[in-house]
């Protein structure tokens, strides 16, 4: 039989991941190397095992990894996107385009004038 690198087959077993390669990791998480040496740089990156020669990421280190990530990026009035109905905070609610009120940024009810309310509920 070939060697695995000469046929480009993996080497599968029964066996369940426990481990990334920093290659895999990226790969598994859609991020490039590069985005990872700078997340690394800045201190934002999983955390590493060195075995021998090799680093690893463990899954409960990704795990972690993303439950940090999704803390640090999630918008501060999260209820607002269910609750209203909005599809997307990132693409309009920073842009100030949103007009519900959870934002902030549109206008209430209550400063509406009159015939503006009545548009509104047309």
């Known amino acids: 039989m070939a060697a695995p690198q000469v046929t480009g087959r993996k080497i599968t077993s029964g ?3 426990a481990a990334y390669t920093i290659r895999e990791f990226c790969d598994a998480h859609r991020i490039s190397k590069s985005t990872y040496y700078n997340l690394r740089k800045q201190d934002l990156g999983p955390d590493e095992a060195r075995v021998r020669d090799r680093v690893i990421i463990t899954m ?3 795990a972690r990894w993303r439950k940090a990530r999704e803390r640090a990026t999630a918008p501060k009035d999260q209820p607002h996107r269910s609750a209203v109905g909005c599809r997307s905070l ?12 959870p934002h902030g940024r ?11 309310q009545n548009d509104r509920r047309r």
């Open 15 to 17: 066996l369940e991941r």
């Open 60 to 62: 409960e280190a990704a």
């Open 90 to 101: 990132s693409a309009h609610a920073s842009l100030g385009s949103c007009r519900n009120e």
């Open 106 to 116: 549109g206008p209430s009810a209550t400063t509406l004038k009159p015939e503006v």
